[in-house]
């Protein structure tokens, strides 16, 4: 079992910056792959980050180049570093956790709202 608390969201104008942070606990999850989804509404969830146990990343076109993932496996706590924001990234984003066989753990989201 994973548990995964997501903090950091709020209101914020277009070209600004955000750090959104998801604090893990459970097993193994120095292990795990981890990342943010996010989900505006009327959309389905989309994919924004990922990150690896060893520190690999991956990142949806929409988030290269503005967004940086990374996680400190001592605190168990993955981050988005979110840069020149823009209205279309207003969505709720979500934390995951991979876990072993399939699906993910989920966070309880933290809303982001980019005004113009």
């Known amino acids: 079992q994973?548990?995964?608390v997501e903090s950091g969201g709020g209101l914020v104008q277009a070209g600004g910056s955000l750090r959104?942070?998801?604090?893990?606990?459970?097993t193994m999850v120095s292990s795990r792959v981890m990342g943010w989804y996010r989900?505006?509404?009327?959309?389905?969830?989309?994919?924004?980050?990922?990150i690896t146990s060893d520190g690999s990343t991956n990142y949806a076109d929409s988030a290269k180049g503005r967004f940086t993932i990374s996680r400190d496996n001592a605190k168990n706590t993955v981050y988005l570093q979110m840069n020149s924001?823009?209205?279309?990234?207003?969505a709720?984003?979500?934390?995951?956790?991979?876990?072993w066989v399939n699906g993910y753990y989920w966070g309880q989201?933290?809303?982001v709202t980019v005004s113009s």
């Not at 924001?85 to 207003?90: A, M, Q």
């Open 2 to 4: 994973v548990q995964l």
């Open 20 to 26: 959104l942070s998801c604090a893990a606990s459970g």
């Open 39 to 50: 989900q505006a509404p009327g959309k389905q969830r989309e994919l924004v980050a990922t």
């Open 85 to 90: 924001l823009k209205p279309e990234d207003t």
């Open 92 to 99: 709720v984003y979500y934390c995951y956790a991979q876990r």
């Open 109 to 111: 989201g933290t809303q």
